[in-house]
């Protein structure tokens, strides 16, 4: 009987998953395949200085685009298909749904704020 009192818990959450769909998103965004996303794009999609280094014609920057406002086909497409910089990461569509759910989250403040100065103007 006791160990059965000790299962109970258990046995309750059993219904519940491991982790939220936003975990999982959170997850694969800070170590999809072993290189962060938020190396490039930074902790919230919002894009970030990758290297700067000086060449003959002067300093150049190479940066990691803004993804808060990118579409979930685009992001798809992006994710899926090589890049002269970024990596090609093999992401099932769950996996980017998931990536992009957790960035739309994440952004919930400046998207509406983006949506509401778009339909003011």
């Known amino acids: 009987m006791k160990r059965l009192l000790l299962l109970l818990p258990l046995l309750l959450g059993a219904n519940e998953d491991f982790?939220?769909?936003y975990e999982y998103g959170e997850m694969l965004y800070n170590n999809p395949r072993g290189v962060s996303c938020s190396q490039c794009h930074g902790d919230k999609g919002e894009g970030e200085v990758i290297v700067k280094y000086?060449?003959?014609?002067g300093e150049k920057v190479i940066t990691g685009s803004d993804i808060r406002r990118e579409s979930l086909s685009t992001m798809?497409?992006?994710l899926n298909n090589s890049h002269m910089i970024m990596p090609r990461y093999y992401l099932t569509d769950e996996e980017v749904k998931a990536i992009y759910?957790?960035?739309q989250k994440k952004n919930e403040v400046y998207l509406s704020?983006?949506?509401?100065?778009?339909?003011s103007k």
């Open 19 to 21: 982790i939220s769909h």
């Open 54 to 57: 000086q060449d003959e014609e």
């Open 76 to 78: 798809t497409s992006s």
């Open 101 to 103: 759910d957790y960035i």
């Open 113 to 119: 704020k983006f949506q509401e100065s778009n339909s």
